[in-house]
């Protein structure tokens, strides 16, 4: 007798979500560029790095399970209060986390596809039933369609922006919508993994635009691309009580946030001038590698977000080869037709160079 017949949740629990790319004795393999993860291109804010060594020399200490200094700081940036503030090893923790919170097997959640799967891995484990709504041309969730399927059994409705991986920003017009339209009994999550990139566009925030809501929220965050961080594993979300930001409390394992990861997140938020810094510097890349795409005949959606979402000419998938030969490494993803599109990383510009040498030369242009 098979495992697979006697313990049935097995089946469920075969697929691991972390793309799994291995390095040498734990350290980044040399000569690779790593533009399929959505990492950040600059090293993190040097106030964080001197912290993180300074917290390195108090290891032997268990870190504050109340991350107390990260969440008095996140409360005084954002204006929201200390309570209803919770974190995750990495914000792909508090997404898995969702289902356990909102989930009876049967229930149902809406979700847009293409989008980032952690949320949908969660519901798989759970037994949730995953309806899946395809995004807008541009690439935005299309919050009217995903509205439509609204149901009875429906607990979740997630939304992601700027989505992973269009790149597409949801409007100020639709998250409205969806903070009234969404019922009382469902739990509207808006992931902004991304939020800093597109920061600069027009409008009111996610975070007010939620004031318009009388149902459940929660808005999920994260360290590891704005500032840098994503060795650390470290996110965060803001939610509509006390009472449901406790539920995702319980549900943290001891210590889960760790001492390193505390100091380099509060030592990165203090630092505003370089986060400004950053940001300035990727979306002036981003358009850079937008021009040099457009310039060989791909066709770059628009991006609120750390990377690039380009229809490709001819299978996306031959361009990931290609470069793949040459160490650069991309994604493609099988939307919005056959041959799919290609997300590019925002990388340094020397990786920008590198990307549209190579696709250059596999063109034969
Ligand atoms: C949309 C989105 N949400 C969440 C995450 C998870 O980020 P982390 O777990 O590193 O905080 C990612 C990572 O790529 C993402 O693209």
């Known amino acids: 007798m098979t495992d697979q017949i006697t313990l049935p949740r097995l089946n469920i629990l075969q697929s691991s979500q972390a793309p799994e790319i291995p390095e040498p004795d734990a350290r980044l393999a040399t000569g690779v560029r790593r533009l399929n993860l959505n990492e950040s291109p600059w090293p993190p804010s040097p106030k964080a790095l001197a912290a993180m060594a300074t917290a390195l020399t108090e290891i032997t200490r268990y870190p504050d399970h109340g991350c107390s200094a990260l969440t008095r700081r996140l409360s005084v940036h954002n204006d929201i209060p200390e309570d209803r503030i919770t974190f995750g090893n990495g914000s792909s923790e508090i997404l898995a986390h969702i289902s356990q919170v909102m989930i009876e097997t049967g229930d149902e959640a809406i979700l847009p596809t293409p989008t980032f799967p952690a949320c949908a891995a ?3 484990q759970a037994g949730g039933k995953i309806i899946n709504v395809p995004v807008a041309e541009d690439g935005s969730n299309d919050v009217a369609a995903m509205l439509e399927h609204l149901g009875d059994k429906t607990r979740i409705f997630y ?46 925030g996610v975070l007010d635009i939620m004031k318009h809501r009388t149902g459940p929220w929660i808005i999920t965050r994260s360290f590891s691309k704005a500032y840098g961080l994503a060795g650390l594993r470290i996110g965060y979300a803001f939610t509509s009580s006390a009472e449901l930001r406790n539920s995702f409390w319980s549900l943290r394992t001891g210590f889960n946030i760790n001492r390193v990861a505390l100091a380099g997140a ?17 979306i002036a890349e981003r358009e850079r590698l937008a021009d040099g795409l457009t310039a060989l005949g791909f066709v770059p959606c628009e991006s609120q977000a750390n990377f690039l979402m380009a229809r490709s000419i001819g299978p996306a998938d031959r361009f990931v080869a290609a470069l793949a030969a040459q160490n650069i490494m991309i994604s493609s993803l099988p939307w919005p037709d056959a ?5 590019i ?10 990307v549209l040498a190579a696709l250059k030369t596999e063109l034969g242009t």
């Open 266 to 282: 509060v030592a990165a938020l203090d630092d505003v001038d370089y986060l400004a810094n950053t940001l300035k510097t990727v």
């Open 339 to 343: 041959d799919g599109c290609l997300r």
């Open 122 to 124: 969660g519901l798989n």
């Open 159 to 204: 939304l992601c922006t700027p989505n992973n991986p269009t790149g597409a920003a949801i409007s100020a017009a639709d998250l409205k919508r969806a903070a009234i339209e969404v019922p009382d009994n469902c739990l509207l999550v808006i992931d902004e993994a991304y939020f800093e990139f597109a920061a600069t566009a027009p409008g009111e």
């Open 345 to 354: 990383g925002i990388g340094q510009p020397e990786d920008t160079d590198a």
